[in-house]
């Protein structure tokens, strides 16, 4: 069963990615004195199923299904009719807002888990996107129909920019706890140059017990200094090193075994009064010798793994946190954006079809050539509109495509995502 669930997972993730890109519509004919019922609008969605245009392919919506907006004596409540006009507006812009919120997390989750699932927690149930949109009706516990579409509006943008606002403060806190990990992070430099010594220099390559032999020596007037020496120029540091400046101890210079790089270069440690230092860093460039700024500490190493360890963990927590943040905030967030678009389906149709509110709406994803399938709206929802389609069938001035039916579109995911 284990192997199944990961086999579903698996499916079910294939499935999502197969359809980013893929456009989905919403179309809604006005219905005729006496056409109200239910039957009629089965009867009515029953002819879209018969074109194949309509029909969508096997990752995404195969076939017309019924988009529940509440109607007739269930129908939404707006006012007058000056709000309609305004509402018209205000939802268009409201859907434009939500359709960029609920991408940027769709992006920020995939960008967390190439393999996210995208689950819908609606009405006590979790769903499949598509199975949530097949079987898609109105939430009345989040939107009660006794209220106001202006007040429900409010609502879901006040929820929305709620959920936007936490998921953005969410994200700053991870990226800081990446950005503290990855200022923390052992260097991967391949030489010695660019590496942070104190990962070079750790406790069990260093001798440090309290006496005169130690690698550092570090007292009121001396310092140690470790120089990186190039391949091949061992000798001539080795000839050099002592005469460099005056107050260099001799025979202090002492090579780090088993600490070179892929260049060859190796790691020296020379003992100086701390007078000497500046002098003994300027004649080691003219010769091509790099001293590096460092002064050993056990205590200052163990305190840099522990503050490693804590910030490692911090993101691990974080990570967790807004993972389970982003799937919660996508699944609500795309349950607002559906019940806004429902909410202009259910203005727009009333302003086309005029009162009392009755209409017929469906959601498709048709996956071959839009002009065909548009063509198969027109004649079926055409005909049901009857002399409206002669007047509206016709493009609309300006460049927006107009139908004999309410029409609006989508797309649910827009981030191509790893295939494995």
């Known amino acids: 069963w284990v192997q199944g669930l990961v086999n579903g997972r698996h499916q079910l993730c294939q499935g999502q990615m197969s359809i980013v890109g893929q456009e989905f519509w919403i179309a809604a004919i006005g219905c005729a004195k006496g056409q109200e019922s239910g039957d009629k609008k089965d009867a009515l969605l029953a002819q879209l199923k018969k074109f194949p245009t309509l029909r969508g392919s096997t990752a995404s919506l195969q076939e017309p299904y019924k988009f529940e907006v509440p109607d007739g004596d269930r129908s939404l409540l707006f006012g ?75 609502y879901a943008m006040s929820t929305v920019n709620h959920i936007d606002e936490e998921a953005r403060n969410k994200t700053a806190q991870f990226n800081d706890f990446k950005t503290q990990m990855s200022s923390l992070a052992k260097k991967d430099a391949t030489n010695l140059a660019g590496r942070d010594l104190i990962d070079v220099l750790t406790p069990d390559r260093v001798k440090a017990d309290g006496g005169a032999d130690d690698d550092f020596i570090s007292t009121e007037h001396l310092i140690t200094i470790p120089v990186i020496v190039p391949r091949g120029g061992e000798e001539d540091f080795l000839k050099t090193y002592h005469t460099m400046q005056e ?3 001799p025979m202090s210079a002492r090579q780090f075994k ?37 002064e050993y500490s056990k205590d200052g190493y163990v305190k840099l793994e522990q503050q490693r ?100 579109s989508f797309t649910l995911f827009t981030v191509n995502r790893e295939s494995k």
Request: glycine share 4%; aromatic share 12%.
């Open 258 to 294: 088993g600490v070179d790089d892929k260049d060859g270069n190796t790691l020296w440690r020379v003992v100086m009064f701390r007078s000497a230092v500046e002098g003994f860093k300027k004649s080691c460039r003219e010769k091509r010798f790099a001293v590096r700024d460092f």
């Open 309 to 408: 360890k804590n910030v490692e963990e911090s993101v691990k927590r974080q990570r967790d946190l807004v993972y389970g943040l982003y799937q919660a905030a996508w699944s609500d967030v795309f349950v607002a954006w559906m019940h806004i678009k429902a909410m202009r389906v259910f203005v727009e149709s009333v302003l086309r079809f005029g009162m009392p509110p009755s209409f017929a709406s469906f959601i498709m994803s048709p996956k071959g050539d839009s002009t065909l399938a548009r063509k198969a709206l027109a004649d079926t929802l055409g005909k049901q509109a009857g002399a409206i389609s002669a007047t509206m069938s016709e493009t609309a001035d300006g460049d927006d495509e107009f139908f004999p039916y309410v029409s609006l």
């Open 247 to 249: 107050n260099i101890v």
């Open 80 to 154: 007058s009719f000056d709000n309609l006009i305004r509402l018209t507006d205000d939802l268009a812009k409201a859907d434009s807002q939500v359709d960029s919120i609920l991408h940027r997390l769709e992006r920020q989750y995939v960008e967390l888990d190439p393999k996210a699932r995208f689950v819908v927690k609606s009405q006590r149930k979790d769903l499949p996107v598509l199975d949530y949109l097949g079987n898609w009706s109105w939430d009345e516990a989040k939107y009660p129909k006794s209220r106001s579409i202006p007040d429900m509006l409010t």
